[in-house]
């Protein structure tokens, strides 16, 4: 060999620290975006457990308020109704149901003979609005002997929350066939 150098192949560890760095920055930008992603995911998912959870207990309770003989007690966030037992065909059938909130266990809760039984989970608020025939201005708290018989219309309001989802509010009106 005459004095000439053969070229050397390879990266400088300037290179080196260059590429890795761009590399880095990249999977690091890849990793925020999915872990943003996934953050998304977890409370979207508990938005729509805690609709369907509202959207089936204001179904419920719609059905039965609108059903019920009558209005045996109503509260803020609790109400009694008189509803007709199945097959029952007279006024002497009838039992009274409760629904109230066990704000311990966040849950709506349908009681009927002393058998509680949850309707909705994730439940943090539960509030009842009631108005008279007329239709016109909520009826106020405390409710008078006349006020109570002449409900006929009840305002729904369910609020709930899963873990670190959004706070969900849903709402629905009632009228009460029996006494119309």
Request: net charge negative; proline share 2%; glycine share 6%.
């Amino acid at each position: 060999m005459t004095g000439r150098r053969t070229k050397e192949c390879g990266f400088t560890l300037v290179e080196a620290v260059v590429a890795v760095s761009i590399f880095s920055l990249v999977v690091g930008a890849a990793l925020a975006l999915y872990q943003q992603a996934v953050l998304s995911w977890h409370k979207d998912e508990a938005r729509v457990d805690v609709q369907e959870n509202l959207r089936i207990a204001l179904e419920r309770m719609s059905g039965e308020i609108r059903s019920a003989r009558g209005l045996v007690e109503a509260g803020e966030s609790w109400i009694r109704l008189a509803v007709m037992e199945p097959g029952g065909d007279s006024d002497n059938s009838t039992k009274n149901v409760s629904y109230y909130l066990d704000s311990r266990e966040k849950r709506l809760i349908r009681e009927i003979d002393g058998k509680k039984e949850p309707v909705a989970e994730y439940v943090t608020d539960f509030q009842l609005a009631y108005y008279d025939e007329k239709d016109e201005d909520e009826l106020q708290f405390p409710l008078s002997d006349e006020d109570h018989k002449n409900i006929r219309r009840v305002k729904i309001t369910l609020t709930g929350k899963k873990g670190n989802g959004p706070e969900v509010k849903m709402t629905t009106s009632v009228k009460i066939r029996a006494l119309n």
